[in-house]
Every structure is written in structure tokens, then in C-alpha cells.
């Protein structure tokens, strides 16, 4: 039986949720999905500039399971510049603190 997963920590919501190439023909073209552990990940590490080690400690998970979710984080990004599909950021296995840390909100889940 697996270990059971460890919830990843991300500072916020995405301020979109969705891109889509233009013009967006959905003809045959489905839609990929990037957990928002992802995005996080790419935003610490490309946006932010983190070491993969400062990175991994604000998410709360170890430095080779930081780099296991940028990679395929990066994977999907590159899948839809180069197949011109369309993004949707969503669902994942993450914790977000509240602003006063009192509660915590928790998502769980993945694409329908």
C-alpha cells in the first residue's frame, strides 16, 4: 500500500484559471490540465527565482518531490505551446493558509 500523499502548501488561488491560444479551435484539440501545486511550483522556481531547496521548504515537500512536480509542471506548459491546446489550471493535492493562519482551506482533486 503507497504512502499516503503529503498535502503541498501554496501561498494563493491563480489570478486566471484558464488560457487558451488565439484564435482557439477546439476541433480535435482537448484541453491539458496543470495542477495548481504545479503553477506554483513554476512560479517559485521561474517567476521567483528560489533555489529548487528554498522552493521545495515553501511548498512543504522534499527537494526531489519539488523537482518531480516542476518538471511535469513544465511538461504540460510546453505540451500546449506546442500543440496550441488550451490550459486549464485546477484540482491538485495542496494546502493554502488562510491570511491569519487560523484555517486552512484544502483542495483535493483533479480534472472531471
Do not use: W
Not at 488565439?22 to 506554483?40: A, I, Q, T
Not at 512536480?69 to 500546449?80: D, G, H, P, S, Y
Not at 491546446?85 to 493535492?93: K, P, V, Y
Amino acid at each position: 500500500m503507497p504512502r499516503p500523499r503529503k498535502l503541498r502548501f501554496i501561498d494563493g488561488p491563480p489570478i486566471v484559471d484558464r488560457f487558451r491560444p488565439h484564435p482557439f479551435h477546439s476541433k480535435g484539440r482537448e484541453d491539458v490540465f496543470l495542477p495548481l501545486e504545479g503553477l506554483e511550483a513554476i512560479r517559485l522556481r521561474d517567476y521567483e527565482g528560489l533555489t529548487q531547496e528554498g522552493a521545495a521548504e515553501r511548498m512543504n515537500v522534499s527537494r526531489q518531490t519539488f523537482g518531480r512536480i516542476l518538471t511535469q509542471a513544465r511538461k504540460t506548459v510546453a505540451e500546449t505551446l506546442v500543440l496550441g491546446r488550451g490550459l486549464r489550471i485546477e484540482g491538485g493535492h495542496f494546502e493554502m493558509p488562510s491570511r491569519d493562519c487560523r484555517r486552512r482551506r484544502r483542495g483535493r482533486g483533479g480534472p472531471p
